[in-house]
């Protein structure tokens, strides 16, 4: 493996996502060395190990701003970025990274307010407020909904992301009947969720308008050069990343 597929690049922004040589981003403790992935995904991108920030995942709603005070997080030391699935922030030259084994990464990013997130969203975070709450953080670094570009990075596809009812219930709190029926298909008696029409929906209603977002379109699950749980990948996982290059002036 070991691709960086590069799909934001100009001089706001850079932002891709990798399987890394072995798919091992995560420490065995807090004191460990920081992993092989990491250490080449810096050398592949030109920074420096204590300019990446990844935080301490867990399906969750908790979207943190960061500064150049958490670089290095999760990477070269521990932090207190725990519970938390989004990062948000208004300082160039940090890399944000959160990993993902088949769960959508969420690129966000404001040129003109200098503002960039990034989300981590499985099922459950979809459904729930995460991209409300990481929008919501950037609002408040003066980010506009208006001006904010949204890139769905890439995740399992909905001819691979098989689910149950009990899925379909959750997103029945949060959606109509209608916009249930283009989330889900149902197939040969399985049901598969559309995580990329869920998250598009959502961002609708935080007022990015449609022509900001855009969908990378690759499925873990179908491409073999990513790991993907659903696939059988145990223990290994992708590595999204956005940094913002440059602030406007």
Known sequence: MDKNDIFIDNSFAIGGFTAGANGIWTRESPDSPPTEDYIRFCEDMGISLDRVIRPYQANAMKAAEVSPYHGGSGVI?????????????????????????????????????????????????????????????????????????????????????????????????????????????????????????????????????PENISDTGVCTCHNSEYFSYRRGDREKQNLAFLMMRRKNS
């Not at 990034?118 to 979809?126: P, V």
């Not at 003066?142 to 899925?167: L, M, T, W």
């Not at 598969?192 to 869920?198: A, F, G, M, P, Q």
Request: glycine letters at 8%.
């Open 77 to 209: 030391k521990d932090n207190e970025l725990t519970k938390t699935d989004g990062l948000v922030t208004a300082h160039s030259g940090l890399m944000l990274s959160v990993i993902a084994a088949d769960c959508a990464p969420v690129y966000l990013m404001d040129e003109n307010a200098g503002v960039i997130g990034l989300l981590h969203c499985g099922w459950r975070s979809a459904a729930g407020e995460l991209i409300y709450n990481g929008i919501e953080k950037m609002r408040a670094l003066g980010a506009s909904p208006e001006n904010i570009r949204a890139v769905i990075g890439h995740h399992i596809c909905r001819e691979c992301y098989e689910v149950k009812e009990d899925v379909r219930a959750e997103f029945a709190k949060q959606f109509s009947a209608e916009e249930l029926e283009s989330i889900f298909t149902v197939r040969d008696g399985h049901m598969y969720l559309d995580i990329s029409r869920t998250i598009i929906l959502k961002v609708l209603r935080e007022g990015i308008s």
